[in-house]
């Protein structure tokens, strides 16, 4: 008792202020490891940076002292927790640059594919989601999926989408010019202005979106009708011309701002 007595009254406002500091951040430090994926936790650790620099500068003493101690403990947990992640990063920063210049290189091939692809799945009836990677990585939802790693070709995007395929009722995600998994779950929108006649696959191409840069291409189950969306935006009715010029761009747009980086 004498040690907490003691403690207590050696209290100043000051002190006081830097102990209930302290443990508010472990509180919410420990929220946000809970939840948070690689990025979350490299932009803590920049803030964990910053906060160093102004505990020192006001001498909140058990306050710095958290701080240096928590610098080694989050890089450890980048590493060991998120090797995944990390290992995605630098294969991505590796080879960038090569695929997308392939990709430049094939540009007309692989959207003369995209829109054979298109065109036949219209004519089936075959509800599609074809979503086109941009700057954002979208790992976390190719990981809900199949790995496929081939190359476009109709006929592989056809057997994907297929009535009774295990990958029919989810997304086809491609990266540069490869399908890269098949059968992803996509995070539908939380808009309440939509059309409500809008189906599932609609909802989930708005829904992802809006969290990313990824330019989707819809096929509808019941009308054979196409649709892309991208920004949060969902334009539908297109043709076959008007597809294929909105492809040309985005590869145009995306590729060439990657190799000027």
Excluded at 36 to 61: D, I, K
Aim: hydrophobic letters at 50%.
């Amino acid at each position: 008792m004498t040690l907490i007595t003691d403690f207590f009254s050696s209290l100043t406002v000051f002190k006081s202020i830097d102990l209930l500091l302290t443990l508010a951040f472990i509180l919410g430090l420990g929220l946000i490891l809970l939840r948070a994926r690689l990025q979350v936790v490299v932009t803590t650790l920049v803030f964990v940076g910053a906060l160093w620099v102004v505990a020192g500068l006001f001498q909140l003493t058990y306050f710095s002292s958290l701080l240096v101690w928590l610098f080694p403990s989050i890089a450890v947990a980048l590493i060991v927790i998120f090797q995944i992640d990390l290992k995605r990063f630098v294969d991505r920063f590796r080879f960038a640059q090569q695929n997308h210049q392939m990709a430049l290189d094939t540009m007309p091939m692989l959207v003369k594919k995209l829109l054979t692809s298109v065109d036949l799945l219209c004519k089936e009836k075959l509800g599609a989601l074809v979503v086109i990677e941009g700057n954002h990585a979208l790992d976390e939802y190719i990981d809900t999926g199949i790995e496929i790693n081939g190359s476009i070709s109709s006929d592989l995007l056809i057997s994907l989408f297929w009535k009774g395929s295990p990958t029919h009722d989810g997304a086809v995600i491609l990266r540069s010019d490869r399908i890269v998994a098949a059968g992803c779950f996509l995070p539908l929108t939380d808009s309440v202005t939509l059309d409500s006649r809008l189906g599932t696959r609609h909802m989930a191409a708005i829904g992802l979106s809006e969290r990313s840069d990824a330019f989707i291409i819809v096929v509808s189950e019941e009308t054979g009708t196409i649709s892309i969306v991208e920004n949060g935006t969902i334009t539908r009715y297109l043709n076959r011309q008007s597809l294929e010029t909105k492809l040309f761009e985005l590869f145009s747009r995306v590729y060439k701002a990657d190799l000027n980086k």
